[in-house]
């Protein structure tokens, strides 16, 4: 499918929840880029306008545990082969029992009619991203070549804490993940920023000076 279809269904989900008179402007916490976080952002923005973000967040939550947990669920969400009307009548079957806000059925309709099911998991993820940041909640990823000791991933959550990279905070969470090719130094990532401190990062500018390629 090309870019420029998706950005079409992406907008139509956002055009699936915009109100005949847009009663109140809706601002969204963090700029999230790609596909699913299209579709989460228009998923927020329906919901803030409802006064559901919560109620949406845990429906979301049970279905993220469901998804995980039910291999069945999991390969039906993801199976390109069924269409539109099979995908519409499993999604009504699963939510049926769930007390799900109607928010929350109307962006899992939306997407069953964009073929976009097999996305789920990724919009939710980004979905609790969005409810982070709405409370002040700041995820940050550290990328090292050996894992972090507890000591220094202490050390670099309050360094981030005090100064400016990720102001106005409320409480910082960091997640390392090791990459044995980044070779040394750090890859941090917040929201949609990427600040890039690796040895492999500047060894590559150092051989793009010198060779001038």
């Given at each position: 499918?090309?870019?420029?279809?998706?950005?079409?269904?992406?907008?139509?989900?956002?055009?699936?929840?915009?109100?005949?008179?847009?009663?109140?402007?809706?601002?969204?916490p963090l700029?999230?880029?790609?596909?699913?976080?299209?579709?989460?952002?228009?998923?927020?923005?329906?919901?803030?306008?409802?006064?559901?973000?919560?109620?949406?967040?845990?429906?979301?939550?049970?279905?993220?545990?469901?998804?995980?947990?039910?291999?069945?669920?999991?390969?039906?969400?993801?199976?390109?082969?069924?269409?539109?009307?099979?995908?519409?009548?499993?999604?009504?079957?699963?939510?049926?029992?769930?007390?799900?806000?109607?928010?929350?059925?109307?962006?899992?309709?939306?997407?069953?009619?964009?073929?976009?099911?097999?996305?789920?998991?990724?919009?939710?993820?980004?979905?609790?991203?969005?409810?982070?940041?709405?409370?002040?909640?700041?995820?940050?990823?550290?990328?090292?070549?050996?894992?972090?000791?507890?000591?220094?991933?202490?050390?670099?959550?309050?360094?981030?804490?005090?100064?400016?990279?990720?102001?106005?905070?409320?409480?910082?969470?960091?997640?390392?993940?090791?990459?044995?090719?980044?070779?040394?130094?750090?890859?941090?990532?917040?929201?949609?920023?990427?600040?890039?401190?690796?040895?492999?990062?500047?060894?590559?500018?150092?051989?793009k000076m010198?060779?001038?390629?």
């Amino acid at each position: 499918m090309s870019f420029v279809r998706t950005s079409q269904l992406a907008q139509q989900a956002t055009r699936a929840y915009a109100t005949a008179a847009a009663t109140k402007s809706v601002s969204v916490p963090l700029a999230l880029h790609g596909i699913e976080g299209r579709y989460a952002t228009a998923l927020y923005t329906a919901a803030s306008k409802k006064n559901a973000l919560p109620q949406v967040e845990t429906d979301l939550k049970k279905l993220k545990t469901l998804i995980e947990k039910d291999t069945k669920v999991r390969q039906f969400l993801e199976n390109p082969i069924l269409g539109k009307k099979a995908k519409k009548e499993g999604i009504a079957a699963l939510a049926k029992g769930q007390s799900l806000n109607q928010v929350t059925l109307n962006f899992l309709d939306v997407l069953a009619e964009n073929s976009r099911m097999a996305e789920a998991s990724k919009v939710i993820n980004s979905y609790q991203s969005l409810m982070a940041a709405h409370r002040g909640e700041v995820q940050v990823t550290v990328t090292s070549s050996k894992a972090l000791t507890g000591d220094q991933l202490n050390k670099l959550k309050a360094s981030l804490s005090k100064g400016n990279l990720v102001a106005n905070a409320k409480s910082v969470t960091v997640d390392n993940k090791v990459n044995p090719s980044i070779v040394g130094g750090l890859i941090i990532e917040f929201g949609d920023k990427t600040i890039d401190m690796s040895l492999a990062s500047k060894l590559s500018k150092l051989d793009k000076m010198l060779t001038g390629k």
